[in-house]
Structures are given as C-alpha cells and as structure tokens.
C-alpha cells in the first residue's frame, strides 16, 4: 500500500482508543480504588471512626489471620478437586464423542448445553436436588443402595456438594476443546502406529495425548481461572457453610465487605486475590502462546 | 481411524449414553418441575405423568414484577452487546493489521481484563455509580458488563480478521478506496459470522450474570437472574416459581447451543482450539 500508510495507523489509532478508554475506566480504575481503599480503614458499620491511611494494617491483618489462611485452602481444594475431575472426564468423554460416527455431532452439541447455563441457575437446579429430606438425588442414590448424603448441611460433604455443580457445568467445556483437539490431528502418527501394532490404548497414551497435550494445558488454566472466581453456585448452595466450610476467597471478600462493612480489609484480599490471578494469567498466556505457535 | 471391536463399540455407546442422561437430566427435571403441581413436587420416586398446571408461571409473573425484570434482563443484554461489539471489533481490526511488535502484548492486556475475580471491584463500582447517580439503572450494568464483553469480542474478532486475505483489501486499495471503505465495504461483511457469534456470546453472558445485577440493582433495574434468587428464602422457598424462572432463563443458551454449536468453541476456548 503505496499511499497513506500514517493516515492508516491514525485510523487504527482512532479504532483502538474507545475500548481502551473504556477498559480503563471500568477496569483499571476500580482497581486503583480498591487499592486505595486497601490501605485505609474504612468501616461502614462505624461511621464515626475516621477514615484514615493505615499503612500495611489490613494486608497484615488477613495475611496472619488464621481464617484467611483457611479460605485459601478451601479456595485451592476446590480447585484441584474439580480440575482434575474435569480433567479426567472431560478427556474421556472427548475422546469418546470424538470419533466419526453417525450422531456424533448431535451427542457433542447436546452436551455444550450446561455450560451456557446461567451459573446461578446451576446452583438452583443443583440445590433442588441436593436438598435436605425432599431432594430427589439422595432418591436416586437409594436405588442402588447408597445411603442418604447430606450435601449441603454436614461440612464435610459441602464442599462436594459445590464441586459436583461445577463439574456438571463445566466438564463439557474439556470434552468440547479435547474433541475439537482431536479433529484437528493429522491421521499420519495413528497410520504409522497401527502399522507398528500397538494397542489403542497404547495409542492414545502415546499418540493422541501428547499432541493434544498444548491444548489441554490452556484449557486447564482457564478453567483454574474460573475456579478461582467461582462465586454463584457458592452462594446459592452453602453461601460459604456450614460453619467456614466453603469459605472461598471470594465469599471471604464479600462477607468483609457487605457483612461486616470492613471495606478496607475486604479490598486488601481483593488485591490477594488479583495477585493470584495475575499468577494464573501468566501462565495461560505463556501456554496459549506455546499451543498457538505450534498450529 | 481406528475400527472398533463390536463389544467395544457397545461399551462405547453406553458410555455415551450414561454421560447424556449425567448432563441433560437436571435441565429436563427443571423443564418438568415447572409444570408440575406443588403437592407432588418431591413425590418418589418422581412422577412424569400428571396434569401439568401453569400455576407456577402464573405466579412468577404475578407475585412480582417479573415481566419487567426480563425486560431489564434484555435491555441490559442488547444494550452491552451492541456496545461492547462496536468498540470490539473496532479495537480487533486495529490490532489484527497494526504491525508492531508489541501489539500482541496489548491484545493479551485486553483478554486479561475479562479474567479478573468481580468481587473484587463491586465496591468501587459501587461507590463510583453512587457518586456519578446510575446506581439501580439499566447503564450501570451495561457498563459492568462491557469489562467482560469488550475483551471477548475483541479477541474473537481478531482471529476473523486474521483469516481475510490480505489481497482482498490490498486490492481494493489499488482501485482507490479508502481504510475506512475497504473495512466497511469489503472486511466487515466477510466476517459476519464472527460478528453473530460474538454477539450471542456478549448477550449469553449479560443475560446469565448474577453478582454484579444483585451488588448494583435495586428494585428498579433488576434483572431476571436476581428476582429468580428472590423466591428462594430460608423460611419458605417457592420451588414451583424458581424452577419456571429458571427454564425461562435457561432457554437462551439451549438455543444458542442448538444454532452455533460450530462457532462455540473458538468462543469458549479464547483461541487455545479453532
């Protein structure tokens, strides 16, 4: 293009300005503010105490605090106890609906359907099954002689109870990007490895996997960045109970600041929480560069 | 690829056919309980044949307002889609043709924006829609919303625009025409498809958001996700009106799974699969 190349990336400027000044605003700034309200004390349930610099008081308030700690290892089990299940039935029921099969199609396409579910109508459906004496889960449970569970009232199986729902939602998002994986390969490892006489489990342990190993490593960073704001099911299933049980960092975050009115503390762990996050983009970012370069 | 055993191939369909029922049967079990009478709600083991009744629609829509939440639901979801897809795409088309070496860095700054934790800056929104007098309307959400959309359209419709050829415009150049025509006249019609599915996925999301709706609504532009939640309380929960809100709500996603399965996984994936 011989003619306007600067009047051209004036253009592209023009084009690139609105959604950054927008992102900015509604992103980059909050963050500012919650920062800036990180080092304050600032405490609606008591007006009269003035709204002060306090320097690292509330980083080092949750950082010693012995219920932090704990919503961080809730924050974390329920992540790997879902990621890896996900993981696990994901790539097999991708693996499964992969094949080239009349209706295939249609299995893949009617199983996408629980991730465009509202996250909190996910909670309600789970909640009316799980719940106490009337849910029909312990029903069917019964039925093959499994006695009743209590889901969401008893704080061991609480936490279950939270990652069964996101399973349920979210597993199909492994199974869809395994299957899209699949279908992407080309045929020649598998011709070459047949020839050679391996099993098909041999196959799909040495073949299959690691080719679709890049893929499976971006979607598992997204997923953990989802798990890591999981927030709805949460709050319609135990809203963090029984007790502290399902306290997740972000229930954490909402109940120092709506509950007890500390937003001061409560914007401190927000910034915990981006840090982590920033962590986990990274690493997304570094994979989804690793997976791209190589298509 | 690979051809089956018989038994295995048995075994496979049995699979499939268990995952189907794990997946699909909650979603059935909400389309029935809405029609069901409350006096058989929880009855066992559970009864698919009754007379339905549309009592609980009924009552979702008389007890309160909730026509007028649906209408806030869409309101906000057509109003950020059409924000959020105008300035996406015109960020994306920026950046799919800028050469520059850090251009890549900007365009992951963009997708990162959509991955940070929402209770982490409801209290600033909060106080910033409360100073600037949109707390409780429609534009709050809009706003929230475009956080989340403005990054997703942008990387979707990056990857559209990467794939038109670049002939194409260059020669539209050589016959004279402007940037400005060539994007509109010649690139923006050729990735139509992006645009749609770029769409639906802004609205899909704006419609089934929860936290930012109850932190930042009252009664006055609350959206259908909140009044749902509203029947559910620890004394009495109304199971007949939250499960006939709760299909309500459901219905958009199934039909958009039906529709543009093919597009939904470049959507969801963020580009890590085409």
Known sequence: MAYGRTRNRKIFLIFLVPAIAVLFLTTIYPMIYAGYLSFRSYDLAKPFVPRVFVGWANYREILTSSEFMHTLIVTFKLMVITLSVQLVLGVGIGVLTAQRLPGMALVRTLLLIPMMISPVIVGLIWLFL??????????????????????????????????????????????MGTAA??????????????????????????????????????????????????????????????????????????????????????????????????????????????????? | MLKPATSEKLLCTVLIAIALAVFLVPIFIVAVSSVKPTPIMFQKPPSFVFEPTADHYINLFTARPFAKFIWNSLLVACGSTAFSLTFGTLAAYAISRIRHRRIKDLAFWILSMRMFPPIAVIVPYYILFKTAGILDTPLALIIVYSTVNIPLTTWLMKGFFDEVPAALEEAAAVDGHGLLATFFWITLPLVAPGLAVSAVFCFIFSWNEFIFALMLTGSEAQTATVAVMSFWSSDAVQWGRIMAGSFIIVIPGVVFVLTCQRWLVRGLTMGSVR
Do not use: C
Not at chain 1, 211 to 224: C, G, H, T, W
Not at chain 1, 258 to 275: N, P, Y
């Open chain 1, 130 to 175: 799980y719940f106490p004496e009337l849910g029909y889960l312990n029903y069917f449970l019964s039925l093959v002689s499994i006695s009743a569970v209590p889901w969401i009232t008893s704080t061991t199986w609480a936490i279950w109870a939270i990652a069964i729902a996101d399973i349920w939602q979210w597993t199909p998002f492994v199974m």
């Open chain 1, 181 to 295: 994986a699949i279908h992407s390969l080309s045929p020649e490892p598998y011709e070459a490895a047949m020839i050679d006489g391996n099993s098909r489990w041999q196959i799909f342990w040495h073949v299959t996997i690691p080719q679709i190993k890049p893929v499976l490593i971006s979607l598992m960073f997204l997923r953990a960045i989802d798990a890591f704001k999981l927030y709805d099911i949460i709050f319609v299933l135990t809203k963090g109970g029984p007790g502290d049980a399902t306290e997740v960092l972000s229930m954490f975050i909402y109940r120092q600041s709506f509950t007890f009115w500390r937003m001061g503390v409560g914007a401190a762990a927000s910034f915990v929480s981006l840090a982590i996050v920033v962590v986990l983009i990274t690493f997304f970012f570094k994979s989804l560069n690793r997976s791209q370069e190589r298509i």
